[in-house]
């Protein structure tokens, strides 16, 4: 049976996994004079970079390490020893961030960012272009979707007007992205039939109860945060203890995600569970896939991905 990851990494930017050295932020790399404009920037919602060296896939590679080594570290701060018991909001909390850099790491896997620009951001980006077209326009500060295209060596930069902030724009553009991949898959042989299931499970999951935009974990994060729903915090009303030793249960890493059910209870928290436990899966799948396909068994998730990865198994080992 194919696995998520022989389809993932078809959509890799070019030489992703051979990188065996990932440099800094993508963020930081924009102060640097290492891009040009195909254009003056007219548009203050949008802009292109091309014409830059080829090292900006350790840029790629750095995003995707950061966010998946975040993922990882969120799960390790997990308290096991809470099984069965009442006060899980932490660890429902925790569960969601994981889950959150997971799914930012899954997109940057496949060159898409979603990130900030404040002003030292968008001021270095002005003053980078002004060398090359004098008249043109500062870009907005805000949330961005970034691109990046390996093969014509560019980079699209295009603002979001999601409101809601940047977890709602964020699940917005993983939803799309999971939406793309399905298309995609539709067009392909009956092998790949399992994966465009699961994925179309994950996606109607992300939009469960009228959440449209794909943030269905974060409303249930909001809403224990800051409504203390579903009785993990004192004084644990109407909490169901069942409930809380199945969101244990879902701690499985080694596990082909394909074969996880997403749909098939009625529990919140368990349906929570299951869906941040299938996108941290396919997240580390797609790691253990780059270290795999590196060349020259070098690669840059060798050290701080691959020692917090044997960390959370020998954690999670330890508690069954």
């Not at 465009?196 to 109607?204: Q, T």
Request: hydrophobic share 40%.
């Amino acid at each position: 049976m194919l696995t998520f990851s022989d389809f993932a990494r078809q959509y890799w930017p070019n030489g992703l996994n051979d990188v065996s050295y990932a440099s800094f932020k993508l963020n930081e790399w924009l102060h640097s004079l290492d891009y040009e404009f195909i254009s003056e920037l007219d548009d203050d919602e949008s802009f292109t970079l091309s014409n830059f060296s080829k090292s900006f896939i350790n840029v790629n590679a750095f995003e995707f390490e950061r966010m998946a080594c975040a993922s990882l570290e969120s799960h390790l701060a997990l308290d096991l020893s809470l099984k069965g018991k009442k006060n899980l909001a932490w660890t429902i909390i925790k569960l969601y961030y994981s889950a959150y850099y997971a799914a930012h790491a899954i997109m940057r896997s496949m060159g898409r960012f979603c990130v900030h620009l404040d002003s030292p951001a968008t001021s270095a980006v002005l003053r980078n272009a002004k060398i090359f077209f004098p008249n043109s326009l500062r870009p907005k500060n805000g949330n961005y979707l970034v691109k990046y295209n390996a093969d014509i060596n560019s980079i699209d930069f295009i603002r979001s007007n999601t409101p809601g902030g940047a977890h709602m724009f964020f699940w917005e553009e993983f939803k799309a992205l999971i939406g793309y991949l399905m298309d995609e898959l539709g067009n392909k042989s009956t092998a790949y039939q399992r994966i465009l299931l699961s994925l179309s499970d994950l996606k109607d999951c992300l939009s469960k109860d009228g959440n449209n935009m794909g943030n269905w974990l974060s409303v249930v994060r909001n809403d224990i945060t800051y409504q203390h729903k579903y009785g993990v915090w004192y004084p644990h009303k109407n909490y169901n203890r069942g409930d809380g030793y199945k969101v244990f249960q879902t701690f499985q890493l080694n596990i082909n995600p394909l074969m996880i059910n997403l749909i098939s209870t009625n529990s919140i928290l368990h349906q929570f569970g299951s869906i941040t436990n299938y996108i941290i899966v396919l997240m580390v799948e797609i790691g253990n896939e780059l270290i795999k396909r590196n060349s020259i068994n070098r690669s840059f998730l060798n050290r701080s991905f691959r020692y917090l990865l044997r960390k959370l198994y020998q954690n999670l080992h330890s508690r069954k």
